[in-house]
């Protein structure tokens, strides 16, 4: 049976006004970084009158963007590793394993999504600074720091999600590596670890934007030396003013990795999400 033309016609402006929300942003950044910057400071133009690439080159120099991008990549790269890594096994325990305090340990995981990222500023301050105080191990100030904050946020929802994705791949698959002569690590990743990639993928993208784009715990864990793009693009703006075109040129390269990972690994993504939110 054919949808009636009202359904259609609806569908069609729906999405027009929806692309246009999602669109006028983008023209606006990427217009705005082909500008001069006194045709940015002035009365916005939907149609440039003078088209320039400069900015794309001025971004290098103004701040050291280079440096930040290579903190942030670090950074980034390094939680999502490290995420992944322990959430595979602890997700797995908890699927395949039944032990006192399973339900508990659920529950606590799942629970600790429920406090904004702000509370737990303060505390792992003072971790930070008391650790480095005693031990001589300078976690503040430091990508060692910045990596472990960034852990304590995203591995809670990596096991979370995991634990959902695991639940529905078979156990008889476990049970027939393990007749053939693999113990649980080898079944582990023989078996049910290329069974579950779109959920691994899942996690590693969730992980890494996480940790690319954070704002709050950068700007007060780090110093020049490890400063990170997210916190770094403050640069751009001076006392006496601020570089607004080249603020739209460093924003949309920073946002190229996320853009090329999302879209490579699109269909990975929607799977593993879907699968891993139904138990």
Do not use: H
């Not at 001025?58 to 490290?82: E, G, R």
């Not at 959430?87 to 339900?103: D, N, P, W």
């Not at 582990?188 to 993928?201: K, N, S, T």
């Amino acid at each position: 049976m054919a949808a009636p033309q009202s359904f259609l016609w609806t569908r069609r402006i729906v999405l027009t006004l929806l692309a246009c929300f999602v669109l006028l942003p983008v023209y606006v950044m990427v217009s705005s970084s082909l500008k001069p910057l006194q045709d940015v400071s002035g009365k916005f133009q939907w149609i440039p009158s003078t088209l320039t690439v400069q900015p794309y080159f001025d971004i290098w120099k103004t701040v050291p963007l280079a440096k930040y991008f290579v903190n942030s990549l670090i950074v980034a790269s390094s939680a999502t590793v490290l995420s992944v890594t322990i959430a595979v096994f602890s997700a797995y325990a908890v699927s395949r394993y039944r032990f006192r305090g399973k339900r508990v340990f659920t529950v606590t995981v799942l629970s600790t999504q429920m406090f904004p990222g702000i509370l737990f500023l303060l505390p792992l301050f003072l971790i930070f600074v008391n650790i480095g105080s005693s031990t001589g191990v300078a976690l503040y100030g430091s990508r060692g720091g910045l990596i472990l904050t960034y852990l304590t946020f995203s591995l809670p929802f990596s096991i979370w999600m995991l634990i959902g994705y695991f639940d529905s791949i078979p156990r008889d698959l476990d049970e027939a590596a393990l007749v053939d002569g693999c113990g649980p690590v080898g079944a582990l990743f023989r078996v049910v670890v290329p069974a579950a990639v779109p959920g691994i993928v899942a996690v590693s993208v969730y992980s890494f934007m996480t940790a690319w784009g954070e704002v709050l715990f950068a700007s007060v864990m780090t110093n020049d030396a490890t400063r990170t793009l997210s916190v770094g693009l403050q640069g751009y703006a001076t006392q006496n003013d601020v570089y607004w075109n080249q603020v739209m040129a460093a924003s949309l390269v920073v946002s190229i990795p996320i853009v090329v990972g999302f879209l490579l690994l699109q269909r990975y993504l929607v799977a593993g999400l879907t699968a891993g939110a139904v138990k």
